[in-house]
């Protein structure tokens, strides 16, 4: 057995075989392999070239057909960004421009690009709410039902195509539903309430009942068969302000988010979080049609993760915690939790945004926002009033990347007849 040989490095003290220290000069393997990483990583550094795909172009739909096109990644390029996201490019797009952007997809679909020209039909959706036609019809005519959202407000044609399959495609039967919720017109609602009165052969087959499936597009029937909306169409995002702008003279704002509650939590012993801290005289909140002056939406961060937490609310800004809780089956301990909250300041934007702009999870758009629909991370959740039973509205939620840079979003509801708020958590 040959004698071993101390590493060259300074200060390592690791040993090698004469064999190694003949091929690497005297170090140990870990030693090389670091040397390695470093001669590679100078090279790069030396040798990495700037391109800026979108040098000298300025038309919107190109843009947005570089932006979308896939990239190989390659160490040594650098990509210049273009200074606007592809949200804010979509909101700026004429009619001819999305009708132009909705061809460049079915061209896709023909190509077999299915990835691509999804994301383009959902950003046309959830961006500039645009009721799709073309880009549609290929979608469906490649055997495409999801992501269900992209058939929102189709036409009787597509809709009546769907209503058929559905009775005979058991295998897409799921996304069929979901896709024919998203339409939701007078139809739909009229099979979804005939469905309920006499639930079809099928339906024994699904987790849920049919018309269950209207709340994933934000609705239900109500007690006469219609359709009840369990979301406000307003909607208003929060936005991130980072320390430097912190400062900045701020306007009395609608809604304040997060904010450390008075009370603490009965199970946890941590202190509650006012996530949503509404002044009902303010303008731009009279959507919500609530008669009092301030409505404190509270919850406690730590145990909302592992279910939902009730609070009887007045509409002077009062909360307490609710009779109606239950304690999660599984509930760790906080251990106090966090002595303080390291959140960023978000302020209420007063430029309203569309609807549905978060709806969908692919698309990455920031989620905190008051109104609109749910960025639902997994199914639909929304919780029944404890006290009478209906329903609960959705009013706001907290996306926790844009708050403090963590995952998860905390989901608000409201029972305005019962005056009790709801808060749930969904994470991937
Ligand atoms: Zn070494
Ligand atoms: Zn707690
Ligand atoms: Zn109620």
Redesign the pocket.
């Known amino acids: 057995m040959s004698e071993r040989l101390p590493c060259q490095t300074p200060g390592c003290t690791g040993s090698i075989l004469p064999a190694t220290a003949q091929r690497t000069g005297g170090i140990c393997m870990p030693c090389q392999q670091r040397k390695l990483a470093e001669q590679r990583q100078a090279y790069i550094e030396q040798n990495r070239k700037e391109i800026n795909r979108y040098a000298g172009v300025e038309d919107r739909v190109e843009i947005l057909t570089i932006m979308h096109s896939p990239q190989k990644p390659d160490p040594l390029i650098r990509e210049v960004p273009y200074p606007q996201t592809e949200q804010e490019l979509y909101h700026e797009l004429t009619v001819e421009e999305r009708e132009r952007m909705e061809s460049y997809a079915v061209q896709l679909l023909e190509e077999e690009e299915v990835d691509q020209a999804e994301t383009i039909l959902l950003s046309l959706v959830c961006y500039t709410d645009t009721r799709l036609g073309p880009g549609l019809e290929s979608f469906l005519r490649t055997g495409n039902y999801y992501p269900a959202i992209l058939y929102k407000d189709a036409d009787a044609v597509i809709r009546d195509r769907l209503i058929a399959q559905v009775e005979t495609d058991p295998g897409n039967r799921n996304h069929l539903l979901l896709a024919l919720a998203w339409i939701g017109d007078e139809e739909v609602v009229r099979l979804f309430a005939q469905w309920r009165q006499s639930p079809p052969a099928w339906a024994s087959a699904l987790y849920i009942a049919p018309e269950m499936y209207a709340r994933e597009a934000g609705w239900e029937l109500d007690a006469g068969g219609g359709k009840r909306l369990l979301i406000h169409p307003e909607c208003y995002p929060f936005k991130v302000y980072k320390e430097e702008i912190a400062e900045a003279p701020r306007t009395p704002a609608a809604v304040t988010a997060l904010q450390t509650g008075a009370a ?7 202190g ?1 979080t006012v996530l949503f801290d509404y002044d009902l005289q303010h303008p731009l909140l009279q959507f919500m049609k609530l008669p009092g002056k301030r409505l404190r939406i509270a919850a ?5 993760c592992y279910g939902t ?1 009730f609070m009887n609310v007045d509409l002077e800004g009062g909360y307490a915690w609710s009779d109606y809780n239950v304690v999660p089956e599984y ?1 760790p301990d ?1 251990n106090g ?1 966090p002595a303080s909250p390291a959140w960023h300041v978000m302020q209420l934007s007063e430029q309203p945004v569309g609807t549905y702009e978060s709806a969908h999870w692919t698309l990455e758009a920031l989620a905190s926002q008051i109104g609109g629909h749910p960025a639902w991370i997994q199914d639909a959740d929304y919780p029944a009033c404890p006290c009478c039973s209906q329903t609960m509205t959705f009013t706001a939620q907290m996306d926790m990347e844009q708050a403090e840079d963590s995952e998860g979003i905390y989901y608000a509801f409201l029972c305005s007849d019962c005056l009790i708020t709801a808060v749930n958590y969904q994470q991937t």
């Open positions: 603490s939590c009965p199970w946890c012993g941590g509650l406690c961060m730590h145990c909302n937490v509930l906080n939790g």
